[in-house]
Nanobody, 113 residues
Framework: EVQLVESGGGLVQPGGSLRLSCAVS????????MHWVRQAPGKGLEWVAS????????SSRDSVKGRFTISRDNTKNILYLQMISLKSEDTALYYC??????WGQGTQVTVSS
């Protein structure tokens, strides 16, 4: 059974930082896309960033470029999202996903003073 478990969310002041983690188990392919996707209150899903495990290439939406960094620890099979300079509009439930087929349960990020 494929399982993705996110952690690291919380309440942070504007300008603060958080690092989200996504632990993966039960998925044994070596080359695949992993994504971070978020859903703000009352809004739809919004893609945030992606990484290809085959060669490490990454991409992210313009609004988070320079602030969010996606990475992966291959030995531990954990996906990360390092977030700095957080803004109120980053408040959302953050999900990790594999291929957009397998999803975690989400971790809440709230940016508020």
């Amino acid at each position: 059974e494929v399982q993705l478990v996110e952690s690291g969310g919380g309440l942070v002041q504007p300008g603060g930082s958080l690092r989200l983690s996504c632990a993966v188990s039960g998925f044994y392919s070596t080359k695949y896309w992993m994504h971070w996707v978020r859903q703000a209150p009352g809004k739809g899903l919004e893609w945030v960033a992606s990484i290809y495990t085959g060669d490490g290439r990454t991409s992210s939406r313009d609004s988070v470029k320079g602030r969010f960094t996606i990475s992966r620890d291959n030995t531990k099979n954990i996906l990360y999202l390092q977030m700095i300079s957080l803004k109120s509009e980053d408040t959302a439930l953050y999900y990790c996903a594999i291929w957009f087929d397998y999803w975690g349960q989400g971790t809440q990020v709230t940016v508020s003073s």
